[in-house]
Nanobody, 120 residues
Framework: QVQLVESGGGLVQPGGSLRLSCAASGNIGIIFATRWYRQGPGNQREFVASISSGDSTVAADSVKGRFIISRDNANNAVYLQMNSLKPEDTAVYYC??????????????WGQGTQVTVSS
């Protein structure tokens, strides 16, 4: 059973920082990419940032220069460092993993989400 568990969300004031973690467990196979998405109130889920198996990173324009995605292969974890947070960053943040197990096709996994609220 593959599980993705996000943590690190919470309430923070504008201009503050948070670090989200995404930990993978189970027989997840070879991870090709890990992505963060978010869904704010009344909005569709949107892409935030991604990191590939080769450590290439991409960030949405709305977070570029403020959010940094990184990973710890030893612990099968990916992090999203969020700095200079704005009220419009308020959303549920989801971790997504694209992977492949031996003998299987590509699989797409989602975590349960962690709430980030930016408010004074």
């Amino acid at each position: 059973q593959v599980q993705l568990v996000e943590s690190g969300g919470g309430l923070v004031q504008p201009g503050g920082s948070l670090r989200l973690s995404c930990a993978a467990s189970g027989n997840i196979g070879i991870i090709f990419a890990t992505r963060w998405y978010r869904q704010g109130p009344g909005n569709q889920r949107e892409f935030v940032a991604s990191i590939s198996s080769g450590d290439s990173t991409v960030a949405a324009d709305s977070v570029k220069g403020r959010f940094i995605i990184s990973r710890d292969n030893a612990n099968n974890a990916v992090y999203l460092q969020m700095n200079s947070l704005k009220p419009e960053d308020t959303a549920v943040y989801y971790c997504n993993v694209l992977s492949k197990r031996s003998g299987s096709g590509l699989s797409n996994y989602w975590g349960q989400g962690t709430q980030v609220t930016v408010s004074s």
